[in-house]
């Protein structure tokens, strides 16, 4: 496309690295921008600003934070021995808002993905194989997707505990609440058979 | 849903107020900066910044331009008698792309839609038919999207244009070259029959 401006054109070649924003869409969102009165664009732009230039990651479960230690870290009605491992913030607003969840969580930031140039370096796993070690955790619950990047994560991790005895699990995976099952995928449906649980227990939810 | 951070809040309100941007969309895209050095939240807010501060409309064409006068009304070599009626720069660009308009451009900004609270008044309509009683033009293409609200506009600026003696036309709806009859809908059959070209002119494009 040619632009008839520069200063369109930059805000443009900005706009499209993010993810998902093509040429097209960020001519959209711009012109858009244009339309609206300038304090709009004032305020969008200082609302990344600030929040790239102060959001912190919480020194105890590396979640998205504006304080050193987040919200539910410093909560004490939590249990801190219980620990939830997850890939980012939006994992941990999706437990958080079953309203099911107690304890404790553990962001890694992502998951290991040769492809994508991601090692076990670049993840907050050291952190949580120490925390492990100091006697700090007694259970963990692997709760990242089912994915071969996350399945690849979780036995990286599960492998570095090794000789500390810690109790660990997975989230189950089954069909969900509600749906029919001959439209459920034959590896999700074996697992659910698999992994049955007694009738009494399935009562409570 | 619930966030962890007064910041992250405040970001994703602003970002969500752009059109077709959800918070599910905000999220993954403030994520996406976060992950990446800050410079690029700089670069990104400075261009936006930038261009909303700095950009211009053209005096003449009311087309977004860095200058006080556009690219296109600026070149001499164009026909400033001929102009094109259309309703943003995306259609200027779409038409300049093809290569075959030699003319100037007429941009409204919006279309006469009172669903939305876009009266004529809103738009570039009363600059048009001042440059038409001044003699400044000699023919006027029609080139918005023909909707309830693009019919609405042409015919406006049709009546408000009774009395001066300006040639009139509209672009010409069809088929789509290449496509086949037997999939295209009636309506645009019916008008590229009623609209049909001599067999000689339809062998230039």
Do not use: W
Not at 23 to 42: F, G, I, M, N, S
Not at 60 to 82: G, K, M, P, Q
Not at 183 to 201: M, Q
Request: glycine share 8%.
């Amino acid at each position: 496309m040619d632009f008839s401006s520069k200063l369109l054109e930059q805000a443009l070649d900005e706009m499209s690295q993010l993810p998902g924003i093509g040429k097209r869409t960020a001519l959209r969102l711009v012109l858009h921008l244009l339309k609206q009165p300038t304090e709009q664009t004032d305020q969008l732009t200082k609302a990344l600003q600030n929040l790239r230039k102060n959001i912190k990651l919480c020194r105890n479960c590396f979640n998205i934070s504006d304080t050193e230690l987040c919200e539910i870290c410093s909560n004490t009605s939590r249990v801190s021995e219980l620990v939830c491992v997850v890939e980012d913030i939006r994992d941990v607003m999706a437990i958080e808002n079953t309203g099911q969840y107690r304890g404790h969580y553990h962001v890694l930031g992502g998951k290991i993905s040769p492809m994508d140039g991601i090692g076990p370096s670049q993840l907050t796993i050291k952190p949580l194989v120490e925390k492990v070690k100091q006697g700090k955790i007694e259970e963990i619950i692997f709760a990242l997707s089912s994915t071969l990047e996350g399945d690849t994560t979780n036995f990286y991790i599960f492998k570095q505990l090794e000789g500390t005895n810690i109790k660990t699990s997975t989230i189950a995976r089954g069909i969900s609440v509600g749906d029919e099952l001959e439209y459920a995928d034959e590896v999700t449906l074996g697992r659910s058979i698999t992994n049955r649980v007694p009738f009494e227990s399935s009562m409570k939810g």
